[in-house]
């Protein structure tokens, strides 16, 4: 089958000039679109090896484009044309997920081989497709990972949950992807079409999550000058997403126990309850139990949540897992970090298979995004993400904490963390904190109050 391309330019005799020249000198089938929405309507009824738009149109420009082909097929391959002179917007395509760009007037030779190379990454990532595809059992589902017996149990479950209007409570370790599940069980529900809107507990100050949550009426407290609408009324009709709710203060406990038997939110300084069509889906990586024998958590509260358990597995339970969600993640980010397709080595793929994984997927997913940093050559090595070679048993979060107290130590190690994590990834974007944010999964604000917790600055990392 020929290989396709689509471009996408509002000249006419652009469109027909390029068709008529690259279609016998790439072998390739090309199909052209005079604007962005005629370009997307293209994309929804057939597949392209590669699109080639133009920045500048009128109505969409190429960059809504580009964002919105990357949100529908973040695998898509995008090469951008933009005009001299606009070398800064064409770097900008880039950090959004553009694999290439070329300044008009170009020399078509120059052309010809930027796209022959595009086509080729669009077979590489076909081919790794396919391989997955032949590995049996599914292996992503929903953004998640892993073929393995214990990973089809959770795809079950959350196909199941996604069924039922129940709320949900996913319990697992720190990193192993319950954000992911959450976003699963609302993609497949019946909310699908409505928002799904996530807080991440922990990072909301307690003084102010209650108003975050529910609302505010203007002078209900000094600076409410205007009305302001909460989470829940802005996840009406959808799903909200309560990451870490173990974190959460009693009295927010107690609020929240009242919209899951009511139905109703109570923004502060108001008299009314305002009634909200909104799912819950939790999260916690604590045991609740234990805070409930503790006085830290409400039994009752509790007992609502806990309708329809999810158990996110900690990678040590699925270690059969390890390979197939390396090359899931290689591929993920050598694509958004704008670099070739590498592979994992024999000996770095070994040592993966017998860590103790404490910080589960992301922990891998940092590895990979350091070694593909650092890597000069096809093959991530085990010294490309900072372990000595030859080192049989290394660890990425190992310490010397030196004789340290326990709070202390444990400052000392998520002070550490945060500096090798968000440097590895604010590296990799350039110092672009909203691409970062995407990434690593987090919200943009949360990302950046992290950031200003352990004085990290973005512009370090710009280059």
């Keep these: 089958m020929k290989r396709s391309i689509l471009i996408v330019d509002d000249e006419q005799d652009m469109l027909d000039l390029l068709k008529r020249s690259l279609e016998p000198d790439l072998d390739c089938q090309v199909v052209t679109a ?61 950090r959004s997920g553009a694999y290439d760009f070329i300044t008009k007037p170009f020399e078509y030779d120059a052309l010809v081989l930027r796209l022959e190379k595009a086509l080729e990454r669009s077979v590489l990532i076909q081919e ?27 795809y079950e479950t959350i196909q199941m949950a996604a069924k039922t209007e129940l709320t949900v409570l996913i319990t697992g370790e720190s990193g192993t992807g319950k954000d992911l599940s959450a976003r699963a069980v609302h993609a497949l529900s019946a909310r699908s079409r409505g928002p799904f809107v996530a807080v991440n507990c922990p990072t909301v100050p307690e003084n ?77 990586n604590q045991d609740l139990r234990a805070k409930i024998e503790a006085g830290q958590f409400r039994e009752d509260f509790f007992y609502r949540l806990n309708v329809l358990p999810i158990h996110q597995p900690s990678l040590r339970e699925h270690r059969e897992d390890i390979p197939v969600i390396a090359t899931y993640l290689l591929e993920k980010h050598c694509t958004l970090m704008h670099r070739p397709l590498k592979r994992i080595s024999p000996e770095l793929m070994n040592l993966f298979m017998g860590l103790e ?32 070679a030859g080192e049989t048993q290394p660890h990425a979060d190992r310490s010397d904490f030196g004789g340290l107290g326990y709070k202390q130590a444990k400052q000392h190690y998520l002070e550490k963390f945060n500096q090798d994590y968000l440097g590895d990834l604010l590296s990799s974007c350039k110092g672009n904190v909203s691409q970062a944010a995407r990434m690593c999964g987090l919200e943009r604000q949360a990302l950046q109050q992290i950031m200003r917790r352990y004085g990290i600055r973005a512009d370090e990392y710009r280059n």
């Design 34 to 94: 005079t604007s962005g929405e005629d370009a997307l309507k293209r994309l929804s009824t057939g597949a392209f090896d590669l699109v080639l738009a133009d920045i500048k149109m009128p109505g969409m420009d190429g960059l809504e484009l580009l964002e919105i082909v990357k949100r529908n097929n973040p695998q898509q391959t995008v090469v951008m044309m933009t005009a001299f002179g606009q070398i800064d917007t064409a770097v900008n395509a880039m």
């Design 128 to 154: 790794n497709r396919r391989l997955q595809q032949a590995c049996g059992p599914l292996a992503v589902f929903q953004d998640l990972v892993g073929k393995s017996a214990v990973m089809q149990r959770l």
């Design 208 to 284: 102010i999550l209650e108003s975050e949550l529910f609302g505010y009426r203007k002078g209900a407290f000094t600076h409410a000058t205007e009305n302001r609408p909460g989470l829940f009324q802005e996840a009406h009709g959808g799903t909200i997403f309560l990451d870490e709710i173990g974190d959460i203060s009693p009295s927010i406990q107690t609020k929240l126990l009242r919209v899951l038997q009511e139905k109703e939110i109570k923004p502060l300084g108001d008299t009314r309850s305002i009634v909200v069509d909104v799912r819950i889906v939790a999260s916690t």
């Design 357 to 388: 994984w404490r910080g589960n997927v992301r922990e891998l997913e940092n590895l990979i995004m350091r070694g593909i940093s650092f890597s000069a050559g096809a093959d991530i090595r085990v010294e490309d993400v900072g372990w000595a």
